[in-house]
């Protein structure tokens, strides 16, 4: 499917699957549409919206799958309980390894075989989300999505009195470290020029608050 017919204002693609598949997902389309693709990997309803038609709910039993040559075509983060990633071998298969499995596909004994052997799979009392396979490509992945702001701050804060040279307030009561928001923001700024990193659409009122905001 491509990703307009599934996130898009029509989205036909959705309607009726089983299992959308994503080809070439690229980070641009992943990252952008990420709380839709939440929405659609949880959500138990989807309003269907097809052309010169009325809009209407369908049950959602869609499974989703991204194929992808960039490393990070789509959005983990941190607090993740949906994604399982797999890489793909670096060597393509003989062809006779895709004869085989294209015959498989076609032999409705085997494929009754392969539905018996998930249906009686005894997946115990462990939920599902605790049992994942959490692969190495899983682990950068969740890596590569977290802000340079995040990486900077955990650092900063490790060795805060050598950081900010001063530039900050002890509470009297709480003994609480104050930093203004102007000190944090210069300072980051001052780690990207460093380390050559755009700022891209970074800002001091805006993007930065929504970020700490999260540490509450």
Same mark, same amino acid.
């Given at each position: %499917?491509?990703?307009?017919?599934?996130?898009?204002?029509?989205?036909?693609?959705?309607?009726d699957?089983?299992?959308?598949?994503?080809?070439? %997902?690229?980070?641009?389309?992943?990252?952008?549409?990420?709380?839709?693709?939440?929405?659609?990997?949880?959500?138990?309803?989807?309003?269907?919206?097809e052309?010169?038609?009325?809009?209407?709910?369908?049950?959602?039993?869609?499974?989703?799958?991204?194929?992808?040559?960039?490393?990070?075509?789509?959005?983990?983060?941190?607090s993740d309980?949906?994604?399982?990633?797999?890489?793909?071998?670096?060597?393509?298969?003989?062809?006779?390894?895709?004869?085989?499995?294209?015959?498989?596909m076609?032999?409705?004994?085997?494929?009754?075989?392969l539905?018996?052997?998930?249906?009686?799979?005894?997946l115990?009392?462990?939920?599902?989300?605790?049992c994942?396979?959490?692969?190495?490509?899983?682990?950068?992945?969740k890596?590569?999505?977290v802000?340079p702001?995040?990486?900077?701050?955990?650092?900063?804060?490790?060795?805060?009195?050598?950081?900010?040279?001063?530039?900050?307030?002890?509470?009297?009561?709480?003994?609480?470290?104050?930093?203004?928001?102007?000190?944090l923001?210069?300072?980051?700024?001052?780690?990207m020029d460093?380390?050559?990193?755009?700022?891209?659409?970074f800002t001091q009122?805006?993007?930065?608050k929504?970020?700490?905001?999260?540490?509450?």
């Amino acid at each position: %499917a491509k990703p307009d017919e599934v996130i898009g204002h029509f989205n036909t693609g959705i309607k009726d699957k089983l299992i959308l598949q994503f080809n070439e %997902a690229s980070g641009k389309d992943g990252f952008a549409n990420k709380d839709r693709i939440k929405d659609i990997i949880t959500q138990k309803e989807t309003q269907i919206n097809e052309k010169n038609v009325k809009e209407y709910m369908q049950s959602n039993f869609a499974r989703i799958i991204f194929c992808s040559n960039n490393s990070t075509p789509i959005e983990i983060g941190i607090s993740d309980r949906r994604f399982v990633v797999a890489e793909a071998s670096l060597y393509k298969p003989h062809t006779s390894f895709f004869t085989k499995f294209y015959n498989l596909m076609e032999d409705d004994d085997e494929l009754y075989s392969l539905y018996e052997f998930f249906m009686g799979y005894d997946l115990g009392e462990v939920a599902l989300n605790q049992c994942r396979i959490l692969t190495d490509s899983y682990k950068n992945m969740k890596e590569n999505a977290v802000h340079p702001f995040f990486y900077w701050l955990n650092d900063a804060l490790k060795d805060y009195k050598n950081e900010f040279h001063g530039e900050y307030k002890v509470h009297k009561k709480s003994k609480q470290v104050l930093f203004s928001s102007d000190t944090l923001f210069l300072k980051f700024k001052g780690y990207m020029d460093f380390t050559s990193q755009p700022m891209r659409n970074f800002t001091q009122k805006r993007t930065m608050k929504d970020m700490l905001s999260k540490f509450k």
